[in-house]
């Protein structure tokens, strides 16, 4: 049986481009460099590849508000020839959740502070409002593409894997990088690829 005949959701989770950090405007005014740009034309190319091979139904595309992921989604979706690119607010970047309880940080070249409760709950909510929105047990064959930030990949990866959310520290996510979770109708989940890079040639594949 081929994958698409299976009652599943596929949720294609792209990183953004690499970007510029400029004077200290911060997250929510930094936009794509032009290597960012290039690297959103391929992954463009590649998500238009899997949406149109795929015999799923496709749910759209959808990016977080931050420039560096909108614009890599609208650079994308000329390539799947779509008029708009739907924003979400709850797609925007997560901050680092660290708990030395639950992750030895002290092994890792990170130096990042124990994030306090409130900021764990925060994160926790919004990783939430995704799953909800996104991850629910489908009753057909579906696929849906969503342009985000590298943490919330990573804690998203980490609540299909059954891992604390601290366990986004030992994976590296490239700009432009490809990742597929699948939901499935029982509601059972599973990681089928992570940063997936090959649409990018090596010299313009980075991660900072």
Same mark, same amino acid.
């Given at each position: 049986m081929a994958d698409d005949e299976i009652a599943c959701r596929r949720v294609i989770l792209i990183r953004h481009g690499h970007y510029?950090?400029?004077?200290?405007?911060?997250?929510? &005014?930094?936009?794509?460099?032009?290597?960012?740009? +290039?690297?959103?034309?391929?992954?463009?190319? @590649?998500? #238009?590849? !899997? /949406?149109?091979?795929?015999?799923?139904?496709?749910?759209?595309?959808?990016?977080?508000?931050?420039?560096?992921?909108a614009q890599t989604a609208e650079i994308a979706a000329r390539e799947l020839e779509l008029a708009s690119v739907k924003i979400k607010p709850y797609l925007h970047e997560v901050i680092p959740v660290v708990d030395p309880a639950r992750v030895d940080f002290g092994t890792l070249p990170l130096g990042l502070e124990?994030?306090?409760?409130?900021?764990?709950? &925060?994160?926790?909510?919004?990783?939430?409002?995704? +799953?909800?929105?996104?991850?629910?047990?489908? @009753?057909? #064959?579906? !696929? /849906?593409?969503?342009?985000?930030?590298?943490?919330?990949?990573?804690?998203?990866?980490?609540?299909?894997?059954?891992?604390?959310?601290?366990?986004?520290?030992?994976?590296?996510?490239?700009h432009c990088g490809i990742t597929e979770l699948r939901v499935y109708g029982s509601g059972f989940e599973a990681l089928v690829s992570f940063n997936e890079t090959g649409h990018l040639p090596p010299p313009i594949i980075t991660t900072a």
């Open positions: 510029e950090r400029t004077g200290g405007l911060g997250d929510t &005014a930094w936009g794509l460099s032009p290597l960012g740009r +290039r690297q959103a034309v391929r992954v463009g190319k @590649r998500v #238009a590849q !899997l /949406v149109t091979s795929s015999t799923a139904r496709f749910e759209g595309l959808y990016a977080s508000p931050w420039p560096r992921a124990t994030t306090p409760p409130h900021e764990r709950q &925060a994160a926790h909510e919004q990783v939430e409002k995704v +799953r909800d929105r996104f991850f629910r047990p489908p @009753r057909r #064959a579906a !696929l /849906v593409l969503l342009f985000t930030h590298g943490n919330l990949i990573r804690y998203l990866v980490s609540r299909t894997l059954r891992l604390p959310y601290e366990a986004w520290a030992m994976m590296d996510i490239a």
